[in-house]
């Protein structure tokens, strides 16, 4: 079975610093996605790449930069941290269209 | 853009009891449902999808979709302790390749 890793598992940075959240799996699944998952909110789309060197901006990309270098890796920054950006982050990947995403553990970022 | 609204926010059962929670969404032509389980401090993991109209059973869980009433339902017998979870319904497959929108979650809690 494959793995989906991300890191660091939490992240501490100060408002106004830019951030990098990672990214790695080992499916060799085509499509990456990042998600933040806000309390009572849901899962929002920040970003996804359905290959190698493709971006797609999600419903939530405005402050938010990715980069898809490898298939296996998907990195997302945070621009410049704000306070009420407190969430987790989640990564997650797909084989093909309508199948299951499987999701990391996630990042739980806190600015200060 | 896909709405997908869940309810009950939060459900509390006893052990041994059936839990149902529902989904509603908004396009018709959505082609996949999917109920994911995340437990704490956890990515989410899907559970089990519907395609097609009308009911899947898989082991102690049950899912109903009816496409006219744009709703889905997750109902699992004999709910165990370990079925407490945040249970996230996701709506796929009526707009762009493969992208999965998520509702808010319903918190279950099975008391022993």
């Known amino acids: 079975g494959g793995i989906i890793t991300q890191t660091p598992k939490f992240l501490i940075g100060q408002e106004g610093q830019k951030l990098t959240l990672k990214c790695q799996q080992n499916f060799n699944h085509d499509t990456m996605y990042w998600y933040r998952q806000d309390s009572g909110k849901g899962l929002r789309l920040i970003y996804y790449?359905?290959?190698?060197?493709?971006?797609q901006k999600g419903d939530l990309s405005e402050g938010y930069d990715a980069s898809r270098e490898k298939k296996s890796s998907f990195s997302l920054t945070v621009t410049s941290a704000q306070k009420n950006e407190m969430a987790v982050f989640l990564c997650?990947?797909?084989?093909?269209?309508?199948?299951?995403?499987?999701f990391g553990s996630g990042t739980r970022l806190l600015v200060i | 853009q896909e709405k997908v609204q869940q309810s009950p926010e939060s459900l509390i059962v006893p052990e041994g009891a059936m839990s149902s929670l529902n989904c509603t969404f908004s396009n018709s032509a959505s082609q996949s449902i999917w109920w994911y389980q995340q437990h704490p401090g956890k990515g989410p993991e899907a559970l089990i999808?519907?395609?097609?109209?009308g009911n899947k059973k898989e082991g102690r869980l049950t899912v109903y979709l009816n496409r006219a009433s744009l709703h889905v339902s997750l109902h699992i017998r004999d709910s165990q302790p370990s079925d407490s979870a945040v249970y996230l319904c996701?709506?796929?497959?009526?707009?762009?390749?493969?992208?999965?929108?998520f509702g808010a979650g319903t918190q279950l809690i099975v008391i022993p």
């Open positions: 999808s519907i395609f097609s109209n």
């Open positions: 790449s359905i290959t190698e060197n493709d971006l």
């Open positions: 996701a709506v796929g497959g009526g707009s762009a390749l493969g992208r999965l929108h």
């Open positions: 997650a990947s797909s084989g093909t269209a309508n199948s299951d995403y499987t």
